[in-house]
């Protein structure tokens, strides 16, 4: 039904295509395996008519698909499912159809169209109720309404973007039930995904990808998790940067049975332990999605958990407000640089006050001193090589490296005790990526404790002393890097336990 | 109280809600879109005094309500570039509407008779009684004795309630003011809806000042809306973003408002400067109750961002 | 990418000078490009009023002429200028830093009104014997505090309650309006006057005059202190760091710490509180009395100050001083060639508009 030949596209100097072939049988459910970056979303959107490839060949269902935006692609008789849905909360299921189908016609006819909706919706196992509001629906419903969205309009050939991320085990099961259903109907459909366990289950076949281009295919009924595992993560543990042998000190950081659901009544968070001792990097790794901001923002005091505690320093901070845990010696990086680290509008001083302004050398009595301001900033912009034309440039002008490094220079800059860095390398090139790397072990060798959440499974090998893993809001036990294996690390983050295999 | 004092009250309560109704649908359908519709105010008062203006011009009353239709959507037209091409801020864009309206009307009604304020003096809309019904005790000449634009205001309901409900253009234009990315995601031009929905509700707007100078004082006078678009909103919220809902707020603060006015001739006392802040009070204490209601579009406010 | 590669030579560890620095900040910050679209607006504003003078049947030109002379004509002339051009100084300094804050309090009509009742009230109640500075001072301190409790009154609903802040100052203007005629329909109305107004203030309770001989009083002076204390505030203070943080970025106020509520009412107060200073010099200084409508329209006005200074305190100053000048001229106009005045009002909502516009377009370009 689909043949991707071929397919290049490049972002700047970055490759996240390199001549990939994709082929999709009618009636069968192909699997895309890889980790963040490794190309499978850029090739999705190649396909789906989001951004236009640079080679090769689309050809679906005997038609040549070129140049053309979603509309023609929905037209063809594709249908994409993102992860994040185009649906409107405030209105029902039945409007949100409506809104998104062109028979619908002027005067609208809600009572025909939810008989249509049900009727669709029993083919396929949905179960979806037409006159529910979509606020209202749990992640795998809404999922499903846009399922249905999809089926309405044509779609022969679907993709799912990482469609179980945000699904509670028997939603997963539920979506399991519904590609067989849409499977037996002669769909095709292309699960796109890191968890190996699912896609195990689920496909007819799976395509690996890593950086860019494909490391493997087969069929599932052949393969094993640890040859998939391989295909998907394999590389060793790169030493490419010097490590000092730092003796770690007493423990800093003690979290205990950390859990925390967010507002829906979803467990992001699941009796997540770990200590973390002076001089050591704990690097997690992870695919995004699985907690890791729950974790970074309940220890940073941006969301509160539900239940366990959080303990600095013999300081139990676990509700403690922001400026206490600045106090006590708890620095984050955040993911998120545009809105959140930084402010853009605001000067390169400015934001490296932007965590302690209310105190010396920043200020004296509630007032601002603009000298202690400026010797802060000509001194870290020195010492972690801020380009800036100077510390008055906004920090909008800056490029996104530099702008990190202000970020950097100025959580690590205080000697926090305890770090907590998200994704700190998250959009950098290479070299700002190494200088962020080195500051952190630089923290490490003076004694700083840090926890690293990253996506970038080559960063969390290459800092971490001590290495976990996030999955489904679960923290692995942390093991330390000369036990490490990587295909177990590739495992973890699908969501298997090494052990088990093991013992098979 | 007695049962003619009584009639008298809910007959002036509705003709009194009359120019509120128009405005509310007017803010509504902006609002809906996701534009704050804190300019009515000043649509309003451009209505007024197109209307006012082409009837004296004119000597037809209908001319002035045709008039007051296009003044208002004229403020409205204003608006919608600002917000939708340039991306201004909502709310101070109605503000700034709001005095320009003021100033406009002002110098007009005397820049265009040479420099003094010309006398005008328009033969209000009369009543016209509904045969039959007109007669039933009581609710009759409540309901059916009004002056014309009374009937076109509470009719007007529910069009605009079936419209926004009923047709796939509402649906699209609620839409565009819960979230424009879905709506851009199907198709839709968020920024062409927002700007026929702004003037749309400057049409209505306008037609509410008309009532104003037309129907109830048959005359223009400086700032003669006073508020009442603010009113309006108030009663948009207060009847949570629904046609009904705000009609029924309308109808509230009308009701406020000719008891307001009546009080005096009771001999309670009580200070007519008091009695004049019920209404506002009224409003604040309501919308305090409602607080941040769930209805209000979600996309509002915020301008439509393409990627 | 911006990223220079090794080969361009590292800034000198010696940093530039402070002030070429800081002009750079400046410029880099937009503020030249800031200035010269509000000057832009300006100008299209009158152009668009010039072509309203000629639909009136007049002249653009000779009316633009008398609205210079009435705006700059003699020294009675420019005593009036700038004595309207003090209550909205002041207030639009307040209005400037709620706005930098992202909170848009237009309350500023109704917290005049409070701030020129309580100051009324301590004129025309304290004993006789009470020497004017002290009397003077505490008249002021009235007021001002006054207007910070109505502000108060409205950020604490909409803080509390989530309710839009604009509807919620707006409508307890009309309640301090209405709160004028009521007190001076009793307490402190004067009998048998035609017009609600109270008793004429005791020589004790007028704002003391600035040049002998026109009608200048020390008000003016009061607005120069407000847009310096202002921009002291806003740059020079911890408080005024927060306040930006608040406007640029909520979440990253939620990562500094910031509390949101305390820094809203606070600045909501301030607000209030200069306003309400307005409210009692205007009562004090220009009418000698409490009267019926004497803040009518000064909370808009304030507010087209606030955003034709670009939210920055000091320039409030210039603005203000426009806005004033241009409503004597306007005065004048309508006297001499028979313009009318309100096209004041035209003129100051096509302002608005445009610098908004031009705000929209270029929101980035704002140093924060």
Partial sequence: MLEMRGIEKRYGAVRANRGVDLVVPEGTIVGLLGENGSGKSTLMKVLFGIVAADAGTITFKGRVLKQHGPAQAIAAGLGMIHQHFTLV???????????????????????????????????????????????????????????????????????????????????????????????????????????????????????????????????????????????????????????????????????????????????????????????????????????????????????????????????????????????????????????????????????????????????????????????????????????????????????????????????????????????????????????????????????????????????????????????????????????????????????????????? | MDLATLAELLSATLRISTPLLFAAMGGLISERAGTFAVGIEGMMLAGAFGGALAALLTGSSAAGLVASLFTGMALALVVALATTRFRADQMVTGLAVNILALGLTSFLLRGLFGGRTPVIRLPTLPAWPVPLLGDIPLLGPVLFRQPPLVYLGFLLVVPVALYLAKTKSGLMLRAVGENPEAAFAVGTDPQRVRTLAILAGGAFAGLGGAVLSLQEVGTFTDGMTNGRGFIALAAIIVGRWNPFGAMAGCLLFGAVAALESRIQGWGLPVSSYVVQMVPYLVALGLLAGIGRSSKMPGAIGAPFLRH | MLDPGPLVPRPAPAAPTPRADRLRGLLAGGGAQTFGLTLGAIVLALVITAGLILLAGKNPVTAYGALLRGAFGSLDRLAFALNKSTPYIITGVGVALCFRAKVINIGGEGQIALGGIAASFVVLMAPASLPAPLLLSLAMLAGAAAGALWALLAAFVFIKRNVHEVLCTLLLNFVGVLLVSEVLHAPLGEEGAGFPQSPLFPRAGWLPGLIAGTDLHIGILFAVAAAVLGHVLLWRTTFGFRLRILGASRPAAAYVGLSAARSTALVMAIAGALAGLAGGIEVSGVHNRLIEGFSHGFGFNAVAVALIAGLNPLAVLPAGLFLGFLEAGTLAMQREVGVPSSLVYVIEGLMMVFVLCAVGMGARNRKV
């Fill in chain 1, 89 to 504: 909360d405030a209105m029902s299921v039945t409007e949100n159809v409506m809104l998104a189908w062109d028979r619908a016609g002027w005067w609208l006819r809600p009572k025909d169209i939810a008989r249509e909706i049900r009727t669709t919706s029993a083919a396929f196992g949905l179960d979806i109720d037409p006159d529910a509001r979509v606020a209202d629906l749990p992640h795998g419903q809404r999922q499903r309404v846009e399922i249905m969205k999809a089926i309405l309009a044509g779609a022969e050939l679907l993709i799912l973007d990482e469609p179980t991320s945000n699904l509670s085990p028997p939603e997963v099961a539920g979506l399991m039930e519904v590609m067989r259903k849409l499977k037996a109907r002669g769909h095709s459909i292309i699960f796109i995904s890191h968890k190996l366990d699912e896609v195990l289950e689920i496909c007819d076949e799976v395509v690996v990808l890593r950086d860019g281009a494909v490391t493997g295919r087969c069929p599932t009924t052949g393969a094993t998790k640890a040859s998939l595992a391989h295909m998907m993560v394999g590389r060793d543990v790169t030493a490419s940067v010097e490590r000092a042998a730092v003796e770690p000190g007493e423990t800093v950081l003690r979290v205990s049975i950390l859990s925390r659901s967010d507002a829906a009544g979803v467990a992001r968070l699941k009796d997540v332990s770990f200590s973390l001792r002076a001089g050591e990097v704990l690097a997690v790794a992870g695919v995004d999605g699985n907690g890791q901001t729950d974790l970074a923002d309940c220890l940073a005091g941006l969301r509160v958990p539900t239940s366990g505690g959080i303990d600095l320093c013999g300081l139990d901070i676990t509700f403690a407000p922001v400026r206490e845990r600045l106090q006590a010696g708890l620095a984050y990086i955040p993911v998120d640089r545009a809105t959140t680290s930084l402010v853009p509008a605001m000067t390169v001083a400015d934001n490296l006050a932007l965590r302690e302004f209310d105190a010396a050398p920043f200020s004296r009595a509630g007032f601002l001193t603009l000298g202690g301001f400026r010797a802060r900033a000509r001194e870290r912009m020195r010492d972690f090589d801020i380009r800036a034309a100077g510390p008055q440039s906004p920090a909008r002008t800056l490029s996104g490296g530099n702008q990190q490094k202000i970020v950097v220079a100025r959580e690590i800059g205080r000697r926090p005790k305890v770090l907590v860095a998200f994704q700190p390398t998250w959009g950098l090139d290479p070299g700002a990526t190494r200088f962020v790397i080195d500051q952190i072990l630089a923290l490490r060798a003076a004694g700083g404790a840090i926890l690293y959440l990253s996506a970038a499974l080559d960063e969390v090998l290459m800092l971490g002393d001590r290495i976990a893993v996030m999955h489904g809001g679960r923290l692995s036990p942390p093991r330390p890097r000369g036990d490490v294996d990587v295909t177990e690390i590739g495992l973890l983050m699908a969501g298997i336990d090494p052990a088990g295999i093991r013992a098979a």
